[in-house]
């Protein structure tokens, strides 16, 4: 793994956690954004695949 594509992750992640925070799920129910960890491994998931060659 390069470090452009750990920068991503992390970036991705930190996205994902912000998400988490600022929009969430007020119902509880909802798949990704209504547990911290989940959002956040997406998120640097993302940041992943965005940043593969």
């Known amino acids: ?3 452009s594509m ?3 992750m992390v970036i991705g992640g930190a996205l994902g956690f ?3 925070r600022l929009i969430g799920c ?3 129910t909802c798949a990704i954004t209504a547990n911290p960890y989940i959002s956040t ?3 640097a998931l993302i ?3 965005i940043a593969r060659p």
């Open 6 to 8: 750990a920068l991503y």
């Open 26 to 28: 007020r119902s509880g």
């Open 41 to 43: 491994a997406y998120g």
């Open 18 to 20: 912000g998400y988490h």
């Open 47 to 49: 940041g992943f695949m």
């Open 1 to 3: 793994m390069t470090e």
